[in-house]
């Protein structure tokens, strides 16, 4: 449970917010909304505050105390009188500070007890260098634009996969194919046979999916590309 903070989930209709935990001046309370610092609310009392201009449904507000750790409130002098007021007040700055830290403290990247695992409690890391080590943290700016290739690639692979393919059906010497292709073989769009050694006069059967045949007959020695047909 946070000392000095507390979070509210904007619903899109409430601007009156709460605030559970004591503090020392007004000037110490800090509200952002996502993360962003606003100085656009006013004080309707010491524990609520209302934002002037409604946040959007879904948006984080934070209200926070922020003791003052440039200067102290009490400053004793000799001479002057020493009071409960002042001894509480100076205390009280001490002891909202080190609550403060604690909070600070319970939100950042913690090491397990007894392991050598980070707990990053589901905080994003920014303004990383990029990685040089094998172990080295690695940045999204690193991995874009392999990742990109590789849906580039993904891409050219399903386009291919919807090109129309070739087959030879029969009768066709299959043995006597240059590139030694087994029976039925699959020919996709752009690839080039050689029908060289194919035995003049012979014919054989191409289909194409989807399905169209074509009848062709070997009179010379030449090459057919897939592509053009």
Not at 16 to 28: A, G, T
Not at 98 to 110: F, K, N, V
Not at 134 to 156: K, M, S
Request: no cysteine; proline share 5%; aromatic share 6%.
């Amino acid at each position: 449970m946070a000392h000095a903070y507390v979070e509210y989930r904007a619903n899109g209709a409430t601007t009156d917010f709460q605030i559970p935990f004591p503090f020392l001046s007004r000037d110490h309370i800090s509200v952002t909304i996502d993360e962003i610092v606003t100085s656009d609310f006013e004080w309707l009392d010491d524990a609520t505050i209302r934002l002037i201009t409604l946040p959007n449904n879904g948006k984080t507000i934070r209200i926070q105390r922020l003791t003052s750790t440039n200067s102290r409130m009490v400053a004793y002098q000799t001479g002057a009188d020493l009071n409960q007021d002042l001894l509480n007040t100076d205390s009280q700055q001490a002891f909202y500070l080190a609550q403060e830290a604690i909070d600070h403290a319970s939100e950042r990247m913690t090491q397990i007890t007894s392991s050598a695992i980070w707990e990053g409690k589901g905080n994003r890391m920014t303004n990383l260098s990029p990685a040089v080590d094998t172990h080295d943290a690695v940045t999204l700016g690193q991995i874009q634009p392999f990742r990109d290739e590789a849906i580039a690639a993904a891409a050219e692979a399903k386009a291919h996969s919807r090109a129309a393919t070739w087959r030879i059906l029969s009768p066709a010497p299959f043995q006597d194919l240059h590139a030694q292709m087994p029976p039925n073989a699959v020919l996709r769009s752009g690839i080039k046979i050689d029908l060289g050694d194919l035995l003049p006069n012979e014919s054989f059967i191409l289909e194409k999916r989807p399905l169209t045949r074509m009848d062709l007959s070997m009179t010379d020695s030449s090459n057919i590309d897939m592509g053009s047909l």
